[in-house]
C-alpha cells in the first residue's frame, strides 16, 4: 500500500520562498512517477511538477512555475520536494503529492494517471 503524506505549507508573502516535502512508503517499483498537483478554490487542479524514474530519471515542471519552482527527489528518503521561489499570490492552493506507476512523459501531467495520493498541504501567498 503506498502512502504519500505532505508537509512544508504555511503562509508566506510574495516574492517569499517555500520547500513542501512527500515522504512515500510503500513505493517499491523502479517505474514510477511522483508529482505535485495544486487547486485554488473555484478552480481545476492543476498540474505543477514531475520526477519520473523510467531506467533513468526526468524531470517536469508547468510554464506557470518554470524558473521559479523546482522539482527534486531524495531516493534515499523516499521523499519528493518541491522548492518554491518568488511566490507570488496566484500560486496559493491547496498543493497535492501523487504517484503512479509506468506513467509515460506523455502522461506525468495528467492528475487521472495518478493512484496514489497524499491529503495535500495548504500555501497561502499573501501580504
Known amino acids: 500500500q503506498v502512502q504519500l503524506a505532505e508537509s512544508g505549507g504555511g503562509l508566506v508573502q510574495p516574492g517569499g520562498s517555500l520547500r513542501l516535502s512527500c515522504a512515500a512508503s510503500?513505493?517499491?517499483?523502479?517505474?514510477?512517477?511522483m508529482a505535485w498537483f495544486r487547486q485554488a478554490p473555484g478552480k481545476e487542479r492543476e498540474f505543477v511538477a514531475a520526477w519520473r524514474r523510467s531506467g533513468g530519471t526526468t524531470t517536469y515542471v508547468s510554464d506557470s512555475v518554470k524558473g521559479r519552482f523546482t522539482v527534486s527527489r531524495d531516493n534515499a528518503k523516499n521523499t519528493l520536494y518541491l522548492e518554491m521561489n518568488r511566490l507570488r499570490p496566484d500560486d496559493a492552493g491547496l498543493y497535492s503529492c501523487?504517484?503512479?506507476?509506468?506513467?509515460?512523459?506523455?502522461?506525468?501531467?495528467?492528475?487521472?494517471?495518478?493512484?496514489?495520493w497524499g491529503q495535500g498541504t495548504q500555501v497561502t501567498v499573501s501580504s
Open positions: 501523487a504517484a503512479g506507476l509506468g506513467l509515460i512523459t506523455s502522461t506525468v501531467r495528467q492528475g487521472t494517471a495518478y493512484a496514489y
Open positions: 510503500g513505493l517499491t517499483s523502479r517505474n514510477h512517477a
